[in-house]
């Protein structure tokens, strides 16, 4: 920011506009944090809410977590009223907590006033719980009932993030009446696609899409043109699973319902798809043992997060030092079994951890299960013997040329093809036992699977070697 010229910056500055705030990288550009920085330091109010306040969602969010604390801070309390609070919703938890707990909670329920159901649940429901009750007080009556009824649903369920806001009508209205409704009242969400059709006591009966509104004369009753709605959404559903489901039948929304088939909400695809990164997202960080850490955390909530797992590999890696201390003479009487046990081990390893990724992932979007369970063990069985059988040859044939000893060179060939089977079978036997016990494969996996796979590389490899000592 330094090599930015001061007379170039003052003259961007006055610009009218600011177009594109990002670089060719996708990284927020420079010369745009300089000048925000320089506007914040010299308290330009008119600038921020030209340029800044102006921002998509999306756009400020990125800029909130590129730009210094003490400067988010300071952005937030320089834009006052014009700050739109839905770019909370676009970054880490750390920094959303950090920014609301520095506003007032009578300009944060002022601001929850103008979001979408779904948007101010999403920041409500990381606050204090004294916090959130008074800003709820704060806000009309069928709001304040609305966002309570979201909060009251398991998080991560499709209850937590449905829009309470839609449209819907009875059965007996015709398409005019429903039009009128649509122009006249101002409660409605400010984008729909679909009209569900409720019964008095709001039990959904079926959708119609709008533009079958648009197409259809004034006169025709709204019964006459609605279907049913194959595809409704329990409020109590977990947010992967709907996600599955919107990605199985193409769906744009769905309605959610109650456990009495109440009409309580709608799931739109722009929650669906930031439900979709989530969940990929935390499989990965998972297989990785991090948890549920995030880029803004500290460095000691970091390391706590990572600790658990770095000590239940501590242990699984000594219990596999444990069996290379069985076979010391062996190792005594040839040292160059001590150079090449790391490749069996490490070749095994990154083997089972191929097929543990693969069967994780299977098992999160449902494309694995009991019928197809047994079909894919035999492949994953097969290409580990291929593979092991391929490696195995190409580092047989280089360990018996690099200490001139075939029989080492068979040794270690016979090993990997060994490991190699049990790392394919380990990656996804223990996925598939771990999911069948109710448990997360993608958090326990890798350590059991890299135990296995070490322990078996280990044992085969060096008892294999005892045994050719002994003959």
Avoid: C
């Amino acid at each position: 920011m330094s090599d930015i010229d001061e007379q170039e910056l003052a003259r961007i500055r006055n610009e009218e506009a600011i177009h594109d705030i990002y670089a060719d990288d996708g990284s927020v550009r420079a010369d745009f944090l300089a000048m925000v920085g320089a506007a914040i330091a010299d308290r330009d109010v008119l600038f921020l809410r030209q340029h800044v306040a102006r921002l998509h969602e999306s756009e400020l969010g990125d800029l909130l977590e590129t730009i210094q604390p003490d400067q988010r801070l300071a952005l937030v309390r320089l834009l006052g009223d014009d700050f739109d609070l839905t770019a909370l919703t676009e970054v880490d938890e750390a920094i959303r907590l950090e920014i609301v707990e520095q506003m007032p909670n009578a300009q944060i329920a002022a601001a929850i006033g103008e979001l979408d159901s779904d948007d101010a649940v999403y920041i409500l429901e990381d606050l204090a719980k004294e916090d959130r009750e008074e800003i709820l007080a704060q806000l009309p009556f069928t709001e304040r009932v609305r966002l309570r009824r979201a909060l009251d649903y398991p998080e991560s369920s499709a209850g937590r993030r449905m829009q309470t806001e839609f449209v819907a009508v009875p059965p007996f209205w015709t398409v005019g009446q429903t039009i009128d409704y649509m122009r006249e009242e101002e409660e409605l969400p400010e984008s729909f696609t679909q009209i569900f059709v409720i019964d008095p006591t709001f039990k959904l009966l079926g959708i119609v899409d709008l533009d079958r509104i648009l197409r259809t004369k004034r006169q025709v009753r709204i019964e006459s043109i609605m279907r049913e709605t194959n595809y409704p959404i329990p409020a109590e559903m977990d947010q992967e699973e709907a996600a599955q489901i919107f990605e199985q039948y193409d769906l744009l929304s769905a309605a959610v319902i109650d456990e009495n088939g109440r009409l309580v909400g709608v799931l739109t695809i722009d929650d669906v798809v930031d439900v979709i990164q989530e969940e990929a997202e935390e499989d990965f960080m998972r297989l990785g043992g991090v948890g549920d850490e995030e880029l803004s955390d500290t460095a000691l909530e970091t390391s706590r997060s990572r600790v658990p797992w770095l000590l239940v590999n501590l242990l699984t890696a000594i219990l596999a030092a444990s069996v290379i201390s069985l076979f010391e003479a062996t190792i005594e009487q040839i040292v160059a079994l001590a150079v090449l046990m790391p490749i069996v081990a490490g070749m095994g390893g990154n083997a089972g951890s191929q097929t543990m990724t693969v069967t994780v992932r299977a098992l999160a979007t449902r494309n694995l299960d009991i019928h197809n369970a047994w079909r894919v063990v035999r492949r994953e069985a097969s290409v580990g013997l291929l593979n092991g059988a391929i490696f195995g040859l190409l580092i047989g044939l280089a360990a018996g040329l690099w200490f001139a000893d075939p029989n080492l060179g068979g040794i270690i060939a016979t090993a990997m093809l060994i490991n190699m089977l049990a790392a394919a079978l380990a990656g996804i036997m223990i996925p598939l036992l771990l999911d069948k016990v109710g448990a997360d494969p993608a958090v326990s996996s890798s350590v059991f699977v890299t135990a296995i796979t070490d322990i078996t590389g280990f044992f085969a490899f060096l008892g294999l070697a005892t045994l050719w000592l002994l003959q």
